[in-house]
Protein backbone atom coordinates (compact mmCIF):
# COMPACT_ATOMS: atom_id res chain seq x y z
CA UNK A 1 0.00 0.00 0.00
CA UNK A 2 1.48 3.36 -0.79
CA UNK A 3 1.41 6.74 1.58
CA UNK A 4 -1.61 8.34 -0.16
CA UNK A 5 -3.64 5.07 -0.06
CA UNK A 6 -2.84 4.72 3.66
CA UNK A 7 -3.31 8.30 4.61
CA UNK A 8 -6.58 7.98 2.85
CA UNK A 9 -7.49 4.70 4.56
CA UNK A 10 -6.83 5.70 8.01
CA UNK A 11 -8.62 8.80 7.36
CA UNK A 12 -11.41 7.82 6.22
CA UNK A 13 -11.86 4.93 8.59
CA UNK A 14 -11.27 7.15 11.47
CA UNK A 15 -14.31 9.51 10.17
CA UNK A 16 -16.66 6.74 9.73
CA UNK A 17 -15.74 4.76 13.01
CA UNK A 18 -16.40 8.20 14.78
CA UNK A 19 -19.79 8.69 12.91
CA UNK A 20 -20.76 5.23 13.34
CA UNK A 21 -19.82 4.94 17.43
CA UNK A 22 -21.30 8.32 17.90
CA UNK A 23 -24.90 6.98 16.10
CA UNK A 24 -24.94 4.03 17.97
CA UNK A 25 -24.60 5.41 21.48
CA UNK A 26 -27.46 8.06 19.80
CA UNK A 27 -30.07 5.67 18.14
CA UNK A 28 -29.50 2.10 19.46
CA UNK A 29 -27.09 1.11 21.51
CA UNK A 30 -25.50 -2.66 23.15
CA UNK A 31 -24.42 -4.69 21.05
CA UNK A 32 -26.85 -4.37 18.71
CA UNK A 33 -25.64 -0.96 17.92
CA UNK A 34 -22.00 -1.94 17.87
CA UNK A 35 -22.56 -3.71 14.55
CA UNK A 36 -22.71 -0.74 12.43
CA UNK A 37 -19.33 1.12 13.49
CA UNK A 38 -17.77 -2.69 13.19
CA UNK A 39 -19.65 -3.04 9.69
CA UNK A 40 -18.11 0.24 8.22
CA UNK A 41 -14.23 -0.95 9.55
CA UNK A 42 -14.71 -4.31 8.40
CA UNK A 43 -15.89 -2.73 4.67
CA UNK A 44 -13.14 0.13 4.48
CA UNK A 45 -10.08 -2.19 5.49
CA UNK A 46 -11.85 -4.64 2.88
CA UNK A 47 -11.98 -1.92 0.36
CA UNK A 48 -8.40 -0.74 0.77
CA UNK A 49 -7.11 -4.20 0.96
CA UNK A 50 -7.80 -4.47 -3.47
CA UNK A 51 -7.57 -7.72 -5.24
CA UNK A 52 -10.06 -10.98 -4.05
CA UNK A 53 -10.53 -9.04 -0.81
CA UNK A 54 -12.31 -5.80 -2.23
CA UNK A 55 -14.46 -8.11 -4.33
CA UNK A 56 -15.70 -10.09 -1.73
CA UNK A 57 -15.99 -6.92 0.67
CA UNK A 58 -18.94 -8.61 2.38
CA UNK A 59 -16.73 -11.11 4.48
CA UNK A 60 -14.43 -8.60 6.39
CA UNK A 61 -17.58 -6.24 6.71
CA UNK A 62 -19.61 -9.03 8.00
CA UNK A 63 -16.67 -10.04 10.85
CA UNK A 64 -16.13 -6.46 11.44
CA UNK A 65 -19.88 -6.62 12.26
CA UNK A 66 -20.48 -9.57 14.26
CA UNK A 67 -17.30 -8.88 15.93
CA UNK A 68 -18.04 -5.76 17.56
CA UNK A 69 -20.86 -7.23 18.86
CA UNK A 70 -18.82 -9.23 21.68
CA UNK A 71 -17.74 -5.65 23.38
CA UNK A 72 -21.38 -4.34 23.10
CA UNK A 73 -22.30 -6.59 26.17
CA UNK A 74 -20.40 -5.39 28.46
CA UNK A 75 -22.69 -2.54 30.36
CA UNK A 76 -20.21 0.85 30.83
CA UNK A 77 -22.69 3.70 32.00
CA UNK A 78 -22.18 3.10 35.70
CA UNK A 79 -18.05 2.63 34.91
CA UNK A 80 -18.33 5.75 33.58
CA UNK A 81 -20.22 7.18 36.67
CA UNK A 82 -17.09 6.69 39.13
CA UNK A 83 -15.32 8.90 37.05
CA UNK A 84 -18.13 11.50 36.87
CA UNK A 85 -19.87 11.83 40.24
CA UNK A 86 -17.73 13.52 42.22
CA UNK A 87 -18.73 13.42 45.94
CA UNK A 88 -20.99 10.73 45.20
CA UNK A 89 -20.44 6.72 47.47
CA UNK A 90 -19.40 5.53 43.99
CA UNK A 91 -16.51 8.46 42.95
CA UNK A 92 -13.98 6.28 42.44
CA UNK A 93 -12.10 7.48 39.62
CA UNK A 94 -8.66 5.41 39.32
CA UNK A 95 -11.21 2.48 39.26
CA UNK A 96 -13.46 3.70 36.36
CA UNK A 97 -10.74 4.96 34.09
CA UNK A 98 -9.30 1.53 34.39
CA UNK A 99 -12.10 -0.70 33.86
CA UNK A 100 -13.45 1.76 30.78
CA UNK A 101 -9.58 1.29 29.12
CA UNK A 102 -9.96 -1.77 30.16
CA UNK A 103 -13.23 -2.87 28.56
CA UNK A 104 -12.37 -0.91 25.50
CA UNK A 105 -9.59 -2.78 24.35
CA UNK A 106 -11.50 -5.99 24.37
CA UNK A 107 -13.77 -4.57 22.47
CA UNK A 108 -11.83 -3.61 19.68
CA UNK A 109 -9.46 -5.92 19.97
CA UNK A 110 -11.98 -8.78 19.15
CA UNK A 111 -13.00 -7.04 16.28
CA UNK A 112 -9.81 -6.73 14.70
CA UNK A 113 -9.12 -10.07 15.42
CA UNK A 114 -11.94 -11.47 13.61
CA UNK A 115 -11.52 -8.99 10.59
CA UNK A 116 -7.84 -10.13 10.36
CA UNK A 117 -9.15 -13.88 11.16
CA UNK A 118 -11.72 -13.35 8.16
CA UNK A 119 -8.53 -12.24 6.21
CA UNK A 120 -6.68 -15.00 6.69
CA UNK A 121 -10.12 -17.57 6.38
CA UNK A 122 -10.54 -16.47 2.70
CA UNK A 123 -6.94 -16.94 1.40
CA UNK A 124 -7.20 -20.70 2.97
CA UNK A 125 -3.10 -20.57 3.80
CA UNK A 126 -3.69 -21.16 7.35
CA UNK A 127 -6.82 -22.30 8.93
CA UNK A 128 -8.44 -25.66 8.00
CA UNK A 129 -12.18 -25.77 7.95
CA UNK A 130 -11.56 -27.74 11.23
CA UNK A 131 -9.76 -25.49 12.67
CA UNK A 132 -12.56 -22.65 12.26
CA UNK A 133 -15.04 -25.13 13.00
CA UNK A 134 -13.94 -25.67 16.56
CA UNK A 135 -12.99 -22.79 16.97
CA UNK A 136 -16.19 -20.91 16.55
CA UNK A 137 -17.94 -24.13 18.29
CA UNK A 138 -15.54 -23.65 21.54
CA UNK A 139 -16.38 -19.57 21.43
CA UNK A 140 -19.36 -19.92 23.70
CA UNK A 141 -18.41 -22.26 25.90
CA UNK A 142 -15.11 -20.28 26.81
CA UNK A 143 -17.24 -17.41 27.15
CA UNK A 144 -19.37 -18.97 30.05
CA UNK A 145 -16.38 -20.61 31.99
CA UNK A 146 -14.74 -16.64 31.58
CA UNK A 147 -18.58 -15.48 32.88
CA UNK A 148 -17.92 -17.90 35.20
CA UNK A 149 -14.70 -17.73 36.75
CA UNK A 150 -14.61 -13.68 36.91
CA UNK A 151 -17.98 -12.50 36.59
CA UNK A 152 -19.53 -14.62 39.22
CA UNK A 153 -21.51 -14.59 41.51
CA UNK A 154 -23.84 -11.91 41.28
CA UNK A 155 -26.88 -11.35 42.64
CA UNK A 156 -28.34 -6.92 42.94
CA UNK A 157 -31.18 -8.15 44.66
CA UNK A 158 -29.37 -9.89 47.65
CA UNK A 159 -26.02 -7.35 46.80
CA UNK A 160 -23.98 -9.96 46.06
CA UNK A 161 -21.01 -9.54 43.83
CA UNK A 162 -18.01 -10.87 42.07
CA UNK A 163 -14.46 -10.03 43.07
CA UNK A 164 -14.06 -7.49 40.42
CA UNK A 165 -17.12 -5.38 39.00
CA UNK A 166 -17.97 -2.07 37.53
CA UNK A 167 -21.52 -2.08 37.87
CA UNK A 168 -24.14 -2.32 41.00
CA UNK A 169 -27.31 -2.65 38.55
CA UNK A 170 -25.90 -4.27 35.66
CA UNK A 171 -24.41 -7.89 35.39
CA UNK A 172 -20.69 -7.67 34.27
CA UNK A 173 -20.03 -9.73 31.40
CA UNK A 174 -16.20 -9.03 30.68
CA UNK A 175 -15.11 -12.12 31.72
CA UNK A 176 -16.73 -13.42 29.28
CA UNK A 177 -14.85 -11.08 26.49
CA UNK A 178 -11.50 -11.76 28.57
CA UNK A 179 -11.55 -15.51 27.74
CA UNK A 180 -12.64 -14.79 24.15
CA UNK A 181 -9.69 -12.99 23.42
CA UNK A 182 -7.35 -14.98 25.23
CA UNK A 183 -8.22 -17.99 23.34
CA UNK A 184 -8.11 -16.35 20.24
CA UNK A 185 -4.74 -15.14 20.62
CA UNK A 186 -3.63 -18.67 21.92
CA UNK A 187 -5.53 -19.83 18.54
CA UNK A 188 -3.50 -17.35 16.21
CA UNK A 189 -0.22 -18.63 18.44
CA UNK A 190 -0.70 -21.97 17.35
CA UNK A 191 -1.46 -21.52 14.00
CA UNK A 192 1.22 -18.64 13.34
CA UNK A 193 -1.66 -16.04 12.62
CA UNK A 194 0.80 -12.94 13.21
CA UNK A 195 -1.51 -10.73 11.25
CA UNK A 196 -3.92 -11.69 13.63
CA UNK A 197 -1.84 -10.92 16.49
CA UNK A 198 -1.00 -7.48 15.05
CA UNK A 199 -4.60 -6.40 14.70
CA UNK A 200 -5.84 -7.81 18.48
CA UNK A 201 -2.74 -5.91 19.69
CA UNK A 202 -3.21 -3.06 17.81
CA UNK A 203 -7.17 -2.78 18.64
CA UNK A 204 -6.14 -3.45 22.86
CA UNK A 205 -4.13 -0.50 22.79
CA UNK A 206 -5.66 1.92 20.80
CA UNK A 207 -9.20 0.69 22.06
CA UNK A 208 -7.84 1.27 25.94
CA UNK A 209 -5.96 4.38 24.78
CA UNK A 210 -9.50 5.51 22.96
CA UNK A 211 -11.38 5.14 26.64
CA UNK A 212 -9.21 6.93 28.15
CA UNK A 213 -8.77 10.45 25.68
CA UNK A 214 -12.86 10.27 25.26
CA UNK A 215 -13.22 10.02 28.70
CA UNK A 216 -10.94 12.87 29.68
CA UNK A 217 -13.01 14.96 27.15
CA UNK A 218 -15.91 14.39 28.93
CA UNK A 219 -14.50 15.28 32.26
CA UNK A 220 -12.78 18.56 30.56
CA UNK A 221 -16.29 19.21 29.07
CA UNK A 222 -18.59 18.15 31.79
CA UNK A 223 -16.52 20.37 34.82
CA UNK A 224 -15.13 23.87 35.05
CA UNK A 225 -11.43 24.16 34.95
CA UNK A 226 -9.26 25.63 38.12
CA UNK A 227 -9.68 29.20 36.98
CA UNK A 228 -13.73 27.72 37.06
CA UNK A 229 -14.22 28.45 33.55
CA UNK A 230 -15.02 25.51 31.49
CA UNK A 231 -12.54 24.49 28.52
CA UNK A 232 -16.06 25.10 25.93
CA UNK A 233 -17.15 28.19 27.56
CA UNK A 234 -20.21 29.52 26.62
CA UNK A 235 -21.35 26.30 24.56
CA UNK A 236 -21.17 24.75 27.87
CA UNK A 237 -23.28 27.60 30.06
CA UNK A 238 -25.78 27.48 27.61
CA UNK A 239 -25.84 23.55 27.84
CA UNK A 240 -24.86 22.97 24.14
CA UNK A 241 -22.28 20.60 25.02
CA UNK A 242 -23.09 17.07 25.12
CA UNK A 243 -20.08 15.33 26.98
CA UNK A 244 -21.48 11.81 26.17
CA UNK A 245 -21.40 12.33 22.33
CA UNK A 246 -18.03 13.44 22.78
CA UNK A 247 -16.75 10.76 24.65
CA UNK A 248 -18.56 8.46 22.04
CA UNK A 249 -16.99 10.21 19.28
CA UNK A 250 -13.59 10.20 20.50
CA UNK A 251 -13.92 6.37 21.32
CA UNK A 252 -14.74 5.54 17.84
CA UNK A 253 -12.53 7.53 15.86
CA UNK A 254 -9.33 6.45 18.12
CA UNK A 255 -10.60 2.83 17.94
CA UNK A 256 -11.01 3.45 14.35
CA UNK A 257 -7.92 4.65 13.79
CA UNK A 258 -5.72 2.45 15.58
CA UNK A 259 -7.33 -0.88 13.53
CA UNK A 260 -6.80 0.92 9.97
CA UNK A 261 -3.20 2.11 11.40
CA UNK A 262 -2.31 -1.01 12.02
CA UNK A 263 -3.88 -2.89 9.18
CA UNK A 264 -1.68 -0.48 6.71
CA UNK A 265 1.48 -0.89 8.79
CA UNK A 266 1.17 -4.76 8.52
CA UNK A 267 -0.46 -4.27 4.95
CA UNK A 268 2.56 -7.14 3.88
CA UNK A 269 0.24 -10.19 5.39
CA UNK A 270 -3.04 -8.97 3.17
CA UNK A 271 -0.95 -8.43 -0.06
CA UNK A 272 -0.29 -12.18 0.57
CA UNK A 273 -3.48 -12.91 1.27
CA UNK A 274 -4.64 -11.88 -2.03
CA UNK A 275 -1.43 -13.58 -3.81
CA UNK A 276 -2.88 -16.80 -2.37
CA UNK A 277 -6.27 -16.22 -3.46
CA UNK A 278 -5.07 -15.25 -7.11
CA UNK A 279 -3.17 -18.50 -7.36
CA UNK A 280 -5.43 -20.65 -5.13
CA UNK A 281 -8.59 -19.21 -5.26
CA UNK A 282 -11.05 -17.80 -2.39
CA UNK A 283 -12.41 -20.67 0.01
CA UNK A 284 -16.17 -20.81 -0.61
CA UNK A 285 -18.72 -22.69 1.18
CA UNK A 286 -19.86 -26.12 -1.04
CA UNK A 287 -22.50 -25.35 -3.13
CA UNK A 288 -24.57 -28.06 -1.72
CA UNK A 289 -24.31 -26.50 1.49
CA UNK A 290 -24.44 -22.87 0.49
CA UNK A 291 -27.99 -23.36 -1.30
CA UNK A 292 -29.28 -23.81 2.51
CA UNK A 293 -27.98 -20.78 3.76
CA UNK A 294 -31.37 -18.30 2.73
CA UNK A 295 -33.07 -20.38 4.67
CA UNK A 296 -30.70 -20.46 7.50
CA UNK A 297 -30.27 -17.06 7.64
CA UNK A 298 -34.14 -16.65 7.87
CA UNK A 299 -34.19 -19.09 10.73
CA UNK A 300 -31.50 -16.71 12.72
CA UNK A 301 -34.06 -13.78 11.85
CA UNK A 302 -36.63 -15.02 12.89
CA UNK A 303 -35.12 -16.15 16.20
CA UNK A 304 -34.05 -12.45 16.41
CA UNK A 305 -37.75 -11.71 15.98
CA UNK A 306 -39.30 -13.96 18.42
CA UNK A 307 -37.00 -12.70 20.90
CA UNK A 308 -37.20 -9.07 20.78
CA UNK A 309 -40.92 -9.98 20.18
CA UNK A 310 -41.12 -11.80 23.74
CA UNK A 311 -39.21 -9.04 25.66
CA UNK A 312 -41.87 -5.96 23.59
CA UNK A 313 -44.60 -8.11 24.96
CA UNK A 314 -43.28 -8.52 28.37
CA UNK A 315 -42.45 -5.19 28.77
CA UNK A 316 -45.79 -4.09 27.51
CA UNK A 317 -47.98 -6.56 30.36
CA UNK A 318 -45.53 -5.64 33.14
CA UNK A 319 -43.80 -8.98 33.03
CA UNK A 320 -40.36 -9.70 34.05
CA UNK A 321 -38.22 -10.72 31.57
CA UNK A 322 -35.53 -13.67 31.94
CA UNK A 323 -32.94 -11.48 29.80
CA UNK A 324 -30.05 -13.86 30.65
CA UNK A 325 -32.07 -16.39 28.91
CA UNK A 326 -33.11 -14.30 25.90
CA UNK A 327 -29.82 -13.27 25.12
CA UNK A 328 -28.56 -17.26 25.22
CA UNK A 329 -31.39 -17.36 22.46
CA UNK A 330 -30.20 -14.12 20.55
CA UNK A 331 -26.81 -13.80 20.99
CA UNK A 332 -25.48 -16.88 18.80
CA UNK A 333 -28.19 -16.20 16.47
CA UNK A 334 -26.56 -12.83 15.32
CA UNK A 335 -23.18 -13.59 15.74
CA UNK A 336 -21.43 -17.02 16.74
CA UNK A 337 -23.81 -19.12 14.07
CA UNK A 338 -23.19 -16.74 11.31
CA UNK A 339 -20.21 -15.76 11.73
CA UNK A 340 -19.10 -19.64 10.95
CA UNK A 341 -20.18 -19.51 7.98
CA UNK A 342 -19.13 -16.09 7.14
CA UNK A 343 -15.31 -17.57 8.00
CA UNK A 344 -16.07 -20.78 6.05
CA UNK A 345 -16.79 -18.74 2.88
CA UNK A 346 -20.90 -17.96 2.92
CA UNK A 347 -21.42 -15.16 0.25
CA UNK A 348 -25.18 -15.19 1.45
CA UNK A 349 -24.02 -14.96 4.87
CA UNK A 350 -21.70 -12.28 4.69
CA UNK A 351 -24.19 -10.49 2.33
CA UNK A 352 -27.17 -11.12 4.79
CA UNK A 353 -25.28 -10.16 8.12
CA UNK A 354 -23.64 -6.86 6.28
CA UNK A 355 -26.78 -5.35 4.61
CA UNK A 356 -29.99 -7.22 6.24
CA UNK A 357 -28.96 -6.84 9.92
CA UNK A 358 -28.13 -3.29 9.64
CA UNK A 359 -31.77 -2.64 8.24
CA UNK A 360 -33.23 -5.57 10.83
CA UNK A 361 -31.77 -4.19 14.11
CA UNK A 362 -32.61 -0.22 13.25
CA UNK A 363 -36.11 -1.71 12.59
CA UNK A 364 -35.93 -3.44 15.65
CA UNK A 365 -33.95 -1.22 18.25
CA UNK A 366 -35.82 2.30 17.02
CA UNK A 367 -39.11 1.14 16.82
CA UNK A 368 -40.59 -1.65 19.31
CA UNK A 369 -37.49 -0.68 22.10
CA UNK A 370 -38.08 3.48 21.46
CA UNK A 371 -41.64 3.35 21.07
CA UNK A 372 -43.10 0.30 22.88
CA UNK A 373 -46.74 2.32 24.08
CA UNK A 374 -47.91 3.55 20.65
CA UNK A 375 -50.97 2.93 19.31
CA UNK A 376 -49.48 2.72 15.94
CA UNK A 377 -46.99 -0.26 16.75
CA UNK A 378 -48.70 -2.89 14.79
CA UNK A 379 -48.84 -0.68 12.19
CA UNK A 380 -45.33 0.46 12.19
CA UNK A 381 -44.10 -3.15 12.96
CA UNK A 382 -46.22 -4.03 9.55
CA UNK A 383 -44.39 -1.98 7.03
CA UNK A 384 -41.09 -2.53 8.76
CA UNK A 385 -41.62 -6.39 8.34
CA UNK A 386 -42.84 -5.84 4.47
CA UNK A 387 -39.08 -3.52 4.13
CA UNK A 388 -37.07 -6.17 6.18
CA UNK A 389 -38.77 -9.04 3.76
CA UNK A 390 -37.55 -6.65 0.93
CA UNK A 391 -33.87 -6.37 2.26
CA UNK A 392 -33.58 -9.98 2.92
CA UNK A 393 -34.98 -10.45 -0.61
CA UNK A 394 -32.23 -8.07 -1.85
CA UNK A 395 -29.48 -10.50 -0.31
CA UNK A 396 -29.90 -12.78 -3.27
CA UNK A 397 -28.75 -9.89 -5.72
CA UNK A 398 -25.38 -9.11 -4.60
CA UNK A 399 -24.65 -6.29 -7.34
CA UNK A 400 -27.47 -4.42 -5.08
CA UNK A 401 -25.41 -4.69 -1.91
CA UNK A 402 -22.92 -2.33 -2.78
CA UNK A 403 -20.49 -0.90 -0.57
CA UNK A 404 -21.89 2.62 -1.51
CA UNK A 405 -25.54 1.27 -0.98
CA UNK A 406 -24.01 0.13 2.76
CA UNK A 407 -22.84 3.62 3.73
CA UNK A 408 -26.23 4.98 2.37
CA UNK A 409 -28.10 2.37 4.35
CA UNK A 410 -25.66 3.23 8.05
CA UNK A 411 -26.09 7.13 7.22
CA UNK A 412 -29.57 8.21 5.70
CA UNK A 413 -32.03 6.21 7.19
CA UNK A 414 -30.27 6.04 10.79
CA UNK A 415 -30.41 9.89 11.43
CA UNK A 416 -33.90 10.19 9.87
CA UNK A 417 -35.28 7.64 12.17
CA UNK A 418 -33.14 9.60 15.26
CA UNK A 419 -34.52 13.01 13.66
CA UNK A 420 -38.24 10.91 14.11
CA UNK A 421 -37.54 10.08 17.97
CA UNK A 422 -36.29 13.54 18.68
CA UNK A 423 -39.72 14.87 16.60
CA UNK A 424 -41.78 12.43 18.72
CA UNK A 425 -40.55 13.60 22.22
CA UNK A 426 -41.62 17.23 20.94
CA UNK A 427 -45.23 16.07 19.70
CA UNK A 428 -46.03 13.32 21.41
CA UNK A 429 -44.70 13.32 24.53
CA UNK A 430 -45.52 16.78 25.45
CA UNK A 431 -41.87 18.38 25.03
CA UNK A 432 -41.15 21.75 24.43
CA UNK A 433 -39.36 22.61 20.96
CA UNK A 434 -37.31 25.44 22.82
CA UNK A 435 -36.19 22.59 25.56
CA UNK A 436 -35.42 19.94 22.81
CA UNK A 437 -34.04 21.53 20.15
CA UNK A 438 -32.69 25.33 21.47
CA UNK A 439 -31.49 24.71 24.99
CA UNK A 440 -29.85 21.36 24.31
CA UNK A 441 -26.76 19.70 22.42
CA UNK A 442 -28.93 19.51 19.75
CA UNK A 443 -28.07 21.93 17.48
CA UNK A 444 -24.60 21.07 18.67
CA UNK A 445 -24.71 16.82 18.10
CA UNK A 446 -26.88 16.54 14.89
CA UNK A 447 -25.31 18.88 12.72
CA UNK A 448 -22.48 17.01 13.45
CA UNK A 449 -23.64 13.92 12.85
CA UNK A 450 -24.77 15.43 9.45
CA UNK A 451 -22.11 16.75 8.49
CA UNK A 452 -20.16 13.55 8.96
CA UNK A 453 -22.66 11.44 6.79
CA UNK A 454 -22.13 13.81 4.36
CA UNK A 455 -18.90 13.30 4.10
CA UNK A 456 -18.73 9.88 4.31
CA UNK A 457 -21.34 9.31 1.11
CA UNK A 458 -19.14 11.98 -0.56
CA UNK A 459 -15.96 10.38 -0.14
CA UNK A 460 -17.38 7.00 -0.49
CA UNK A 461 -19.12 8.48 -4.40
CA UNK A 462 -15.71 9.30 -5.06
CA UNK A 463 -13.56 5.85 -3.49
CA UNK A 464 -16.38 3.67 -5.09
CA UNK A 465 -18.23 4.77 -8.00
CA UNK A 466 -15.82 8.11 -9.37
Not at 115 to 133: C, E, F, K, Q
Not at 260 to 286: D, H, M, Q, S, W
Not at 309 to 318: D, P
Not at 400 to 405: I, M, Q
Request: aromatic share 14%.
Amino acid sequence: MNIPDMIICILFTTLAASYAWGMRGTVIGGEKGAMLPGAFIGLFLAWFSGGAIRDNFWIPAAAGLMGMTFGGTEPYGETIGMVLHRGRSDYNPQKGYFGLAFKGALWFSICGGFIAISLASMSNIIYSTRDLLIFMILVPVIQQIGYRIFNQPYDKEKGIYPKIFYSLTRREEWGSNLALLIAMIAFAVIKGDDFTLAMVAGGFFFGAVGWLAAMKFYVLSAFPMKNGKYILGKLKEKNLVDGWKIMEFTLGSIGGFGLALTYCVRFEFVEKYNEAIALNGIRTLPESLEKFMPALCAVFALGIIWVNLYSMICERKGKKINSFVCDLIERPLYNILPMIFVLLGSRFTAIYSTVFMLVFVLAVKCVFDRFPESKLLPLAAVILTAVCSIVFAGCFYPDLCTPLNIILIGTVPYLITELICVAWKVTVKGGKVSDVILKTSFVTVYPFMILQSILIIFISLKIFII
